[in-house]
């Protein structure tokens, strides 16, 4: 009995060494395959993910602050309409004084910059309303331009 179960184990013995053989071959031929480029294109996820930007929402756990959207509502005291007048927020154009009043969705960090450089004469600018849990910049604060740009400051948020 102790002879045919040793006789056994050599049978699986083998049979393991030739699958452990086969899939060492399959390794071998994929990664020749790797080596050209459409195919390792379908292969690899990370291939294909290449030069796609990440959404907004993968940053929420790295940058909590980022999270908080508020609105900022800016009206132009001067006059009545200014289109050339020019709202940036983080350095992006965003809106511009085609109303009086601008409405403008911003986060916690960002940065709203008024452009009045195309004008050369003196404009007021003041914020009129904020949505709840916007700290900066405050209801009634206000700048003004004379060819110029005016920072509104960083926003904060709650």
Known sequence: MGRNFFERLEHWEKGLQIILALL???????QMFMTNDPIRFYLSFAEQMEGVPWSEQSFAVTQPGQKAVGEVKIKLCSYFILPRVIVYVNGKETASFEEREILLSVRAGDEIIVD???????????????????????????????????????????
């Open 24 to 30: 060492f071959s399959l390794l071998v031929t994929l």
């Open 116 to 158: 009045g450089t195309a004008y050369s004469y003196p404009l007021k600018y003041q914020v009129s309303s904020v949505s709840p849990g916007v700290c900066w910049p405050e209801i009634n604060y206000q700048v003004t331009t004379n060819a110029s740009r005016a920072s509104l400051g960083k926003v904060q948020i709650e």
